[in-house]
């Protein structure tokens, strides 16, 4: 279990390959990506903060938790911090299971929780201004499936 | 004991952390003592519930006891991922 | 939407980085992969079997379908056929879309119809011999949640 | 009519496609005319519960008309992915 937090972008291609290598005993593995998405078209960039001193423990903490709930072989969790612009990748996620269930759960779960309780603060730089980004009530009523 | 404040909290109040000499039992008495200092400190916890804390950097709640804590975090809701 | 059915390998991190790259409009991006899975540790490979005139067809149906069901930017599915050895990657699919719920769920529709109705037989080459792999009735009752 | 055969069918019978002539009306009559062929097709089409059919490469049913039909497949239920 790898949990990684930094401000450089991350090289998704060789992340989600790596990950994936050598799994001789895991049938199945998921990831997810979370990519700056220009909606309105006059973004200019996001900006993300974070609590450097909970970042990490508040990730693992989901990990461990998810890793106690499904078979998992492994999980990865890299988050970005710092400005980005549309379409460069804010974070990703992996996990490798020896079925598809439980890799699609544990990913699932662990976006979910991640969105909710890991501390990051996103915030739109537009044209015209730039404004935080709101936390929607879907996010946090997600947490209540699992 | 330190305060850190994140996002709009940190823009309102201004800082991103300060040390704060306080008796306040909870963190309800932390907040009431803070809003009561200036109008920047007034604003920014006006409305708790869409204010979240973390206590020594484990998520917490309002009427969470402060004994023994080292450091208090104010931030809105999080929108990571 | 790009259907790929070769014998050959595919490149699991080029494929991914490829599809999650440059998407501006879309905040999402989801791949699962399918790996040759030595549960015994007595497998010495895997063959697959397909129907030619059928694959792609039966491919592309699943994924228009996918396409119509949820809000989808995109959609990949690779899937090989032939002899493989444990660790080897079978087959991938990769999901765009605005939200993760989307990206998420029609990844696993993908999955859930590419077992079921994707015509792929596979055979497990042991040291001791060889057997089809039978269909799970877990996997044809994956599909009533659709 | 060409008749394909995959995985285990495939086995069973011994060869990979045929051609065959038939008036058979529904696969299911076809089925049966196969089945009275040789033990190696009777073993093949033994229980079609376990089989499944494709009419011209999309999947369909034992009680499907054959009509204009000229490929049909048989095979185990599939375990791709």
Redesign the interface.
Known sequence: MRIVVQEQPF????E???F????????????????????SGDLSAME????P??TA??LEKIAAEAASRWSLGDALVI?RHGRMV??E???MVATAA?H??D??EA??FL?DY??????????EIGKDGSA????KDAD?D?LTRW | MDVLYFAWVRERIGIPKETVDTQAGTVADLVAELAAREDRYAAAFADTSALRVALDQELSDFDASLTGVREVAFFPPMTGG
């Open positions: 090289d998704f291609g060789a989600a390959a790596a994936a290598t050598n799994r001789h005993d895991m049938g199945a593995v998921v990831t997810f990506t979370g990519i700056v998405r220009d909606i993300i903060e974070h609590y001193g909970m423990k508040a988050h549309p379409g990748m804010i974070m020896p598809r269930a890799a699609f990913a699932e976006m991640l969105k909710s309780r890991a501390p990051f603060w996103k915030k935080w980004v709101a936390a946090e997600a």
